[in-house]
């Protein structure tokens, strides 16, 4: 049982390149949300899923677009990468509940990306 | 806009010692939530307490929730080096996407 893994762990882009970062998860979860980290800031929002087939945006989706083809796998894509996406990102799990407020999230070990 | 600030933004204290940090929010909760992370980790839950609780305990921690002056406390008694950390709170409503992660609580234990 790994829980949450993401891939890849560490990346730097260059201005307008693309790039997907893959997270998956075998706790069979609802929900997978997407967030980035940055220094002296809590974690924000870009997108969540609530099932298979499903996303919708969070707090800060511009530039981002995720997929969720299949349940265990929440993708996100930078089509054309800036240094404002320079940040550390995390993607989390959480079992079906009342709205978000669905409860303890299981994260992966994050993503550190650097946009040159 | 974060919906959460959390104070103080860093706390050093040496083991054995109580560690009090807080939360405060601006709208309406669902339920509240901390986690910790370790420097260079996922974050990992804590404890969960629903807007109609006013007190939770696991182990060494103790988590309050004061719905009128919309503010959470985190304490953790008897410190341990183990517990140095960042400490996050979150803030969960029934909207869809307004999940909200507090700045952190930096928290530093010396033996």
């Known amino acids: 049982n790994a829980g949450v893994t993401q891939t890849p762990k560490f990346r730097v882009l260059k201005t307008g390149q693309s790039m997907t970062l893959l997270c998956a998860q075998d706790m069979n979860h609802e929900y997978m949300y997407w967030y980035r980290q940055d220094p002296g800031m809590g974690l924000r929002l870009i997108h969540y899923s609530v099932g298979e087939g499903t996303t919708a945006k969070g707090e800060v989706p511009d530039g981002y677009n995720v997929s969720r083809l299949k349940k265990q796998n929440f993708l996100l894509g930078l089509e054309s990468a800036a240094p404002s996406q320079t940040s550390v990102y995390f993607c989390a799990s959480s079992q079906r509940g009342k709205g978000l407020a669905g409860g303890e999230q299981f994260f992966g070990p994050g993503t550190r990306l650097t946009v040159l | ?111």
């Open chain 2, 1 to 111: 806009s974060q919906q959460g600030e959390e104070d103080p933004q860093a706390l050093s204290i040496q083991e054995g010692e109580n560690a009090t940090m807080n939360c405060s929010y601006k709208t309406s909760i669902n339920n509240l939530q901390w986690y910790r992370q370790n420097s260079g980790r996922g974050l990992v839950h804590l404890i969960l307490i629903r807007s109609n609780e006013r007190e939770k305990h696991s182990g060494r921690l103790r988590v309050t929730l004061d719905t009128s002056k919309k503010s959470s406390s985190l304490l953790i008694t008897a410190s341990r080096a183990a517990d140095t950390a960042s400490y996050f709170c979150l803030m969960t409503t029934d909207s869809w996407g307004k999940l909200q992660f507090g700045a952190g609580t930096q928290v530093v234990v010396t033996p």
